[in-house]
């Protein structure tokens, strides 16, 4: 297993302005889409489990949001 590792093309490290645009672009999109989540949400669902579900889907995408504006620690 090593040897295959070892052989692995190595990645370029990333260029810090072009990875924060990206980064910056992925909130934006998640942003967008806890939007879309809430107005789901909104419908009023008669089904709790429904509910539920569309209220632990906004929780993960606000939870990776939060974890794309962090700082990077190295």
């Known amino acids: 297993m090593e040897s295959l590792i070892r052989n692995w093309p190595r990645q370029p490290e990333p260029d810090p302005d072009e990875e924060l645009r990206k980064i910056e672009m992925a909130i934006r999109q998640l942003e967008r ?25 906004r929780g993960e995408i606000l939870a990776v949001c939060d974890l794309l504006r962090r700082p990077e620690v190295r």
């Open 33 to 57: 889409a806890e939007l879309y989540v809430v107005s789901a949400a909104e419908l009023g669902l008669a089904r709790w489990e429904q509910r539920h579900a569309l209220h632990r889907l």
